[in-house]
């Protein structure tokens, strides 16, 4: 069984401050990763992709992949209270056929 | 549509009878997704469609799950017999990109309620 695993938090950071959020996944076939934000009550959105290993940085979020390691991480730089949700790392399976989720990673960013 | 619809949106039922949970996705999205999330739980992948086929249903938890998209747009996943277990929210997915290379847009979702 494939999995993705994460740190279910709370992690807890003050405004202002940089929110790692981590990532591993079992299946060395995967080829794309993917972060999702999910507020409480609402859909997954899609926040940041990435295909090939090293960093890619979008605004305030930097993806960091690690294929060898099986680590896919996200960065959030001056974290905003409006941060303040459930993190979805997805990961494809070697098919390319479902994207599996991890179980997420509660951030709470106080004001 | 502007977005993936899904209904109902909720759906409260007794358990044994049969449900229909109904997904339109985004005009010219040929991949589509169905997954379920329970309380406190991540997304569980259910099945996969490429177009009106299902080249990945390995994750429909029994024979009582099943789906069909036709015309390559609606989808219908239909649950028989349901059981208290069923309850979950049941989300649905779309994309214009093929084996995953691209951002999959959810639906609101459909919250089954099995009595």
């Known amino acids: 069984q494939k999995e993705v695993e994460q740190n279910s938090g709370p992690l807890s950071v003050p405004e202002g401050a940089i929110a790692s959020l981590n990532c591993t996944y079992s299946?060395?076939?995967?080829?794309?990763f993917f972060w999702y934000r999910q507020y409480s009550g609402k859909s997954p959105e899609l926040i940041m992709f990435?295909?090939?290993?090293g960093d890619k940085e979008d605004g305030r979020f930097t993806a960091q992949l690690n294929k060898a390691s099986q680590y896919v991480s996200l960065l959030i730089r001056d974290s905003q209270p409006s941060d303040s949700a459930t993190y979805l790392c997805a990961v494809s399976n070697q098919a390319g056929t479902a994207l599996i989720f991890g179980k997420g990673t509660t951030l709470s960013v106080s004001s | 549509g502007a977005g993936v619809s899904q209904s109902p949106s909720n759906k409260v039922t007794e358990k044994g009878k049969d449900v229909e949970l109904r997904c339109d996705p985004i005009?010219?999205?040929?991949?589509l997704y169905w997954y379920r999330q329970s309380l406190g739980q991540g997304l569980e992948f259910l099945i996969y469609f490429q177009g009106n086929s299902a080249p990945d249903k390995s994750g429909l938890p029994s024979d009582r799950f099943s789906a069909e998209r036709t015309g390559g747009s609606v989808s219908t996943l239909t649950i028989q017999r349901t059981q208290q277990e069923d309850s979950a929210v049941y989300l649905c997915a779309s994309s214009l990109s093929e084996r995953n290379t691209g951002e999959l847009f959810f639906g609101e979702g459909s919250r089954l309620t099995v009595l």
């Open positions: 990435i295909y090939s290993n």
């Open positions: 299946d060395r076939g995967s080829q794309s």
């Open positions: 005009s010219g999205h040929t991949a």
